[in-house]
């Protein structure tokens, strides 16, 4: 589901409780089908690629569950997919706002004005973006011919200008990363305060089962490129 401009938001996953996807929070996570990426090695791919009508959860029935948990949960975590497709997430982000509940939104940046949006809204406490490579190997990494990455680079100029608290990550693939590409990221987020780089792992939901993890120590070099640009960057998911 590539097309911009989606109107109903469909959900189709819900996890009740994780203490992963919104670091240093209770919350739940819920799934929202459609992306315009083709990550070859995106982990949730029957969200990109097999987008199922018969499994879409009612936003009644989320709501309902998150009332229930108000007071054990924090917040809830909204990722895909990729959310901002859908045009009235800010309508869905407000009801779960009304229940007392933070809100952290994973996005892959390619929605500047939507993200803004919410932003100055003051919709969601929390953004999570992915940065899939260094802006002239995106289309490489997304797996869209002729990509034009200016969006990616107005998303990543509005979180480094607004006050919401915000990181940054890679998922790392040996095939589509090198020392080269991963040190014009650090000079591209120069300054910012949450970077982090995340192994690859091959799972049976990639689209491209052939795209294989870097070496550790590898991944320790591009750590050591990142930090005289991103000083906070760190490795997140291996044991150093």
């Not at 990181?167 to 991963?182: A, D, G, P, S, Y």
Request: with cysteine; charged share 30%; net charge negative.
């Amino acid at each position: 589901m590539r097309g911009k401009n989606k109107k109903v938001m469909r959900i189709q996953g819900f996890q009740k409780l994780t203490l992963l996807d919104y670091p240093g929070k209770t919350a739940a996570t819920i799934f929202t089908g459609g992306c315009n990426f083709r990550c070859p090695f995106c982990h949730n791919s029957a969200l990109v690629t097999e987008f199922q009508d018969n499994v879409d959860i009612d936003e009644s029935d989320v709501l309902k569950v998150l009332e229930k948990r108000r007071g054990f949960i924090d917040g809830v975590c909204i990722t895909g997919g990729e959310p901002l497709i859908w045009q009235d997430i800010a309508e869905f982000i407000k009801k779960v706002k009304s229940l007392g509940l933070l809100v952290k939104l994973d996005t892959n940046g390619s929605y500047p004005e939507r993200l803004e949006n919410l932003i100055d809204s003051g919709l969601i406490d929390t953004v999570a973006m992915d940065i899939k490579n260094s802006p002239d190997a995106y289309e490489l990494t997304v797996g869209i011919k002729g990509f034009d990455p200016t969006p990616i680079l107005e998303s990543v100029r509005i979180l480094k200008d607004s006050k919401v608290d915000h990181e940054f990550r890679t998922t790392v693939v040996k095939e589509f990363h090198n020392l080269q590409r991963i040190e014009k990221i650090g000079k591209w987020l120069e300054g910012d305060d949450r970077y982090f780089l995340q192994c690859y792992r091959l799972s049976d939901g990639v689209i491209d089962k052939s795209l294989t993890p870097p070496e550790k120590e590898e991944l320790i070099l591009m750590l050591e490129t990142v930090k005289p640009y991103l000083p906070n960057a760190s490795i997140r998911g291996i044991d150093l």
